[in-house]
T-cell receptor, first 109, second 113 residues
Framework: GQNIDQPTEMTATEGAIVQINCTYQ??????LFWYQQHAGEAPTFLSY??LDGLEEKGRFSSFLSRSKGYSYLLLKELQMKDSASYLC??????????WGAGTKLIIKP | IAGITQAPTSQILAAGRRMTLRCTQD?????MYWYRQDLGLGLRLIHY???????GKGEVPDGYSVSRANTDDFPLTLASAVPSQTSVYFC????????????FGPGTRLTVL
């Protein structure tokens, strides 16, 4: 079956760095997406990895290891507005996104 | 219209009633999707359409139907609503079905009593 595993909730301090891990099992693989979702709002795209390695985009970076079925999202210089849920979503062989339940990130001053 | 819109924003519905959730995008995207999001669960795909005139079933299609008469519109219909269909419904679109990010509408919060 297809399965996504990511922590339910994490807490971090403003200005710090946090890493949100995601492990996955899918039928085939066509890349992995990370989305951000603020409470009561729609998900918005953060990153896409299809090859192994680190993709950096400003304060956010995303890493992928296809052989390990593992990805992480790294958030640097945390700001209060980064308080949100972060959704890991690999794309399977049918080009369908398989969504994790998300990691709720709480930023404290 | 800018991007992708959904209507209504929220709705309370009596069980057994028929309801259509509307979704419209102006980005000329080929692929469109309907998801439901429930507390503690990931987004679950209900139905999708890779291009106008075609539709497919997702993970949880039972009790829902869709149509794709043109590129812009992708309505979702609940033929006879049941309380388990209480959820937040998101419509999304992408340029095509492969490798592209999906853009989400603001969502419809549906309560079935």
């Amino acid at each position: 079956g297809q399965n996504i595993d990511q922590p339910t909730e994490m807490t971090a301090t403003e200005g710090a760095i946090v890493q949100i891990n995601c492990t996955y099992q899918t039928s085939g693989f066509n890349g992995l997406f990370w989305y951000q979702q603020h409470a009561g709002e729609a998900p918005t795209f953060l990153s896409y990895n299809v090859l192994d390695g680190l993709e950096e985009k400003g304060r956010f970076s995303s890493f992928l290891s296809r052989s390990k079925g593992y990805s992480y999202l790294l958030l640097k210089e945390l700001q209060m507005k980064d308080s949100a849920s972060y959704l890991c979503a690999p794309m399977d062989s049918n080009y369908q996104l398989i969504w994790g339940a998300g990691t709720k990130l709480i930023i404290k001053p | 219209i800018a991007g992708i819109t959904q209507a209504p924003t929220s709705q309370i519905l009596a069980a057994g009633r028929r309801m259509t959730l509307r979704c419209t995008q102006d980005m000329r995207h080929n692929a469109m999707y309907w998801y439901r999001q429930d507390l503690g669960l990931g987004l679950r795909l209900i139905h999708y359409s890779n291009t106008a005139g075609t539709t497919g079933k997702g993970e949880v299609p039972d009790g829902y139907s869709v149509s794709r008469a043109n590129t812009d519109d992708f309505p979702l219909t609940l033929a006879s609503a049941v309380p388990s269909q209480t959820s937040v419904y998101f419509c999304a679109s992408s340029p095509d079905s492969a490798y592209n990010e999906q853009f989400f509408g603001p969502g419809t919060r549906l309560t079935v009593l």
